[in-house]
T-cell receptor, first 114, second 114 residues
């Protein structure tokens, strides 16, 4: 079972609308959580990063929230644009572990239509 | 361009052939990671290097896979006797040691095994 679960798996919205993507994680001890945007056929690009002491972080039209108690995060996209069409991946890093890699969710595939 | 680069971007090969991919990390990054990503899934960790030392390998990395980073700069990932199940996007990322969660991804190599 994946330790980072994302929902929905896919989402279609009209240009200009807002949307919210969800991420639940069970990995611990938690260090930080990131949201990545991945365009089709490209590598992931970081949008936001939050430590366990932060509960919100914005990057332009993207706003991420984190509730470390319930182990939930969300990514809110405001006034969506066609260029927002991509996969959005939630990534959790463990604290105090010998493993230097990240634990990825399966992503939410967002399609913004005109 | 000072980002992570990968070569080739696309590779089509017949089952049973060997393939080799190259990754050039950001020059001041001493950590380098390899991931595999299949359609609709998040990246899965394969292995990582600190300088020229390979510090961890995933169980996903069967004995047909080998990775090297001989001089602590670029890395190669070789797959021997390719199988159709090896078809995937192979992503490389790099980071500084002190900020291993701050990984920068390359564009990936798309492998198709026919």
């Amino acid at each position: 079972k994946n330790q980072v679960e994302q929902s929905p798996q896919s989402l279609i919205i009209l240009e200009g609308k807002n949307c919210t993507l969800q991420c639940n994680y069970t990995v611990s001890p938690f260090s930080n959580l990131r949201w990545y945007k991945q365009d089709t056929g490209r590598g992931p690009v970081s949008l936001t990063i939050m430590t366990f002491s932060e509960n919100t972080k914005s990057n332009g039209r993207y706003t991420a929230t984190l509730d470390a108690d319930t182990k939930q995060s969300s990514l809110h996209i405001t006034a969506s644009q066609l260029s927002d069409s991509a996969s959005y991946i939630c990534v959790v890093t463990l604290r105090n572990t010998g493993r230097r890699a990240l634990t990825f969710g399966s992503g939410t595939r967002l399609q913004v239509q005109p | 361009d000072t980002g992570v680069s990968q070569d080739p971007r696309h590779k089509i090969t017949k089952r049973g052939q060997n393939v080799t991919f190259r990754c050039d990390p950001i020059s001041e990054h001493n950590r380098l990671y390899w991931y595999r990503q299949t359609l609709g899934q998040g990246p899965e960790f394969l292995t990582y290097f600190q300088n020229e030392a390979q510090l961890e390998k995933s169980r996903l990395l069967s004995d047909r896979f080998s990775a090297e980073r001989p001089k602590g700069s670029f890395s190669t990932l070789e797959i021997q006797r390719t199988e159709q199940g090896d078809s995937a996007m192979y992503l490389c990322a790099s980071s500084r040691e002190e900020s291993s969660y701050e990984q920068y991804f390359g564009p990936g190599t798309r492998l198709t095994v026919t």
